[in-house]
């Protein structure tokens, strides 16, 4: 059996490698046995797990990141309509559209996402993505969903604090406390 463990979009990107290099060469690693786990979104279960005749429950899980609970990071695909008068029915409709419930679970069943609609019929899903959509609910009532940093941070910020992750994910000299400095350092630095 190899274990996985989805957890939203969570990884930890080798040194020198962006997360496309790992995500594409590492599912075979996973799939022959070398890598025990692998922590991903949803695109890769629906994706590279279903092409290769993956199974939830045999030959992968889904789980939450140990110690997160429920939390739910969220991150999603935004539509901007510029305010034009001529196209405002156009882009209501497209909005309509966009939000409809059941375009909702074609487009998420489809992409390997979770749709944003809380009152959604999930039934088609599997099970990871039924406990990912239960999550992203919960969170919106009680206040524990957050938005990925990457929606409201720069790339350059969040260039930084991937270097700080990663020096400190493979540097053992570096204090729990000496990370926490280079991260709020890393942020004032890259506004």
């Avoid at 909005?95 to 419930?101: C, I, L, P, R, T």
């Avoid at 039934?123 to 990871?128: I, M, N, T, V, Y």
Wanted: proline share 5%; aromatic share 10%; net charge neutral.
């Amino acid at each position: 059996m190899i274990s996985a463990l989805g957890a939203g979009s969570a990884g930890i990107w080798p040194p020198g490698e962006g997360w496309l290099l790992v995500l594409l060469p590492g599912t075979p690693l996973l799939f022959g046995g070398l890598w025990l786990l692998a922590w991903s979104d949803g695109f890769t279960r629906v994706g590279e797990f279903t092409v290769a005749g993956k199974r939830q429950g045999a030959d992968y899980l889904c789980a939450p990141v140990p110690g997160s609970g429920r939390g739910h990071v969220f991150t999603s695909d935004a539509f901007l309509f510029f305010k034009v008068a001529q196209n405002a029915k156009a882009q209501a409709d497209l909005a309509k559209v966009f939000m409809d419930k059941d375009a909702q679970v074609a487009f998420s069943l489809a992409k390997g996402s979770v749709p944003v609609r809380t009152d959604a019929d999930v039934s088609k899903f599997d099970d990871c993505a039924k406990q990912s959509h239960a999550d992203l609910v919960a969170g919106g009532k009680d206040g524990t969903a957050v938005a990925t940093p990457n929606l409201f941070q720069s790339p350059a910020r969040i260039a930084a604090w991937r270097d700080v992750v990663l020096s400190f994910w493979n540097d053992d000299s570096i204090t729990p406390q000496e990370a926490a400095l280079s991260f709020a350092n890393a942020a004032k630095a890259n506004r």
